[in-house]
Every structure is written in structure tokens, then in C-alpha cells.
């Protein structure tokens, strides 16, 4: 069925830092994969996504990168800074011919230690 | 332009009752969908309407329903509630049908129910 794993769960890191989030996806039609942060008490925003005709794409601190064959994609955040701390959300859509879904990795709480 | 709004913000309800929420997206998004987060599940997808129709449908029982209005205004039912859903219901909006188009999540109604 149409899954999204994601690790780790909880991932501490000093300032200046990275920090790297992994997710898998299990239905191989997928073809958008965004990523969203929430903060404690907020809703979530999106920060990047990537398509699947693209490997690699890049937005200042962070990088997302998508292994199709593999079915994983990652997120990547250089020169953490404490206000990086919050719950990142991998999400991977499941796309028909006129709607889609989004499924959600379960998340990962990120701790930036000043 | 005002972002995605929901209405209430907090409930609390009784086990049996029913309850009704309210999403308002942003002016000209025209695709809504409903999220259930919890802290053991995450984000769960519940359904999206676009233009006034069910799209698609996560895998909740049939108490779990919704509508979309001629305005894109859209609302969710639950009925004879169980303390399990209990969670936090985010919708998110975004300006067309399919994938790739960014979703903007509203802040989210918080229901508890006793």
C-alpha cells in the first residue's frame, strides 16, 4: 500500500552542524515529493520540494535529493542554526488523472544545540 | 493575501456527539484537503475536493465526511465521535488539481474529545 517511511524519529545536532532526514516511499507512481517544517505549535510550511524528473535541488542551507530506483529521497541542512530546531515532515504524492494525495513521513524532531 | 484560515480553533466534545469544521482556503485556491495529525500517527490524509468534488479518500470510517462549496470553502463532519479523534485537523489549500501544486496548510482545529 501507499507508505512513507522516515528516519530517524528524533535527531540532535550541534550549531554548525548537518543534519540529514531520510525517507522512503513505497508506490513507485510518486512523483512529488515536498518537505514541510513545523514548529512547535505552528502549522506546517513548506520548505523545498523536488519532482521526480529531478535529482538534486538546492535552496541556500538545504538540499533535497531523490533516488528513484532506490525509492528514497533525503533532506540535507548545512550550518544548522538553533532556529532550525522543529519537526520535518517528508511527504510523497500518490497523483491520479485529476487529484492527488499527499502521504506523510511520520517525522523528525530536530534539536540544534547552541 | 490572507492565508489559509480554519475555524474553530479549539473544541471539545463529548463522545456521540458530532462536530463540524471549517476551512477557508486562499482567495482563488480551488483544491482543499484535510489532514488528521496525531503524535503517534503524524499526518494522516482524510480527503481533497476540488471544485465542489470528492477527489480522493484516505482510509478513515465513513463518520469522517466533507463538502466543498461553490466559493471553495469546505467543511468536515465527524460523527458519533470516539476519543480517539482526538487530534489537531489541518486543511491545506493550494491554486490547482494535481500534483506538484504547493499545499498551504491552515492553523489547524484542535479537538478533544471527552
Known amino acids: 500500500g501507499e507508505n512513507v517511511e522516515q528516519h530517524p524519529s528524533t535527531l540532535s545536532v550541534q550549531e554548525g552542524d548537518s543534519a540529514v532526514i531520510k525517507c522512503t516511499y513505497s508506490?513507485?507512481?510518486?512523483?512529488?515529493f515536498p518537505w514541510y517544517k513545523q514548529e512547535l505549535g505552528k502549522r506546517p510550511q513548506l520548505i523545498i520540494d523536488?519532482?521526480?524528473?529531478?535529482g538534486e535541488k538546492k535552496d541556500q542551507r538545504i538540499a533535497v535529493t531523490l533516488n528513484k530506483t532506490a525509492k528514497h529521497f533525503s533532506l540535507h541542512i548545512t550550518e544548522t542554526q538553533p532556529e532550525d530546531s522543529a519537526v520535518y515532515f517528508c511527504a510523497a504524492s500518490i497523483s491520479g488523472d485529476s487529484s492527488y494525495k499527499l502521504i506523510f513521513g511520520s517525522g523528525t524532531r530536530l534539536l540544534v544545540r547552541p | 493575501k490572507a492565508g489559509v484560515t480554519q475555524t474553530p480553533r479549539y473544541l471539545i466534545k463529548t463522545r456521540g456527539q458530532q462536530v463540524t469544521l471549517s476551512c477557508s482556503p486562499i482567495s482563488g485556491h480551488r483544491s482543499v484537503s484535510w489532514y488528521q495529525q496525531t503524535p503517534g500517527q503524524g499526518l494522516q490524509f482524510l480527503f481533497e475536493y476540488f471544485s465542489e468534488t470528492q477527489r480522493n479518500k484516505g482510509n478513515f470510517p465513513g463518520r469522517f465526511s466533507g463538502r466543498q462549496f461553490s466559493n471553495s470553502r469546505s467543511e468536515m463532519n465527524v460523527s458519533t465521535l470516539e476519543l480517539g479523534d482526538s487530534a489537531l485537523y489541518l486543511c491545506?489549500?493550494?491554486?490547482?488539481?494535481?500534483?506538484?501544486?504547493?499545499?498551504?496548510f491552515g492553523p489547524g482545529t484542535r479537538l478533544t474529545v471527552l
Open positions: 523536488i519532482r521526480s524528473n529531478v
Open positions: 491545506a489549500s493550494s491554486l490547482g488539481q494535481g500534483a506538484g501544486n504547493e499545499q498551504f
Open positions: 508506490d513507485s507512481a510518486s512523483n512529488y
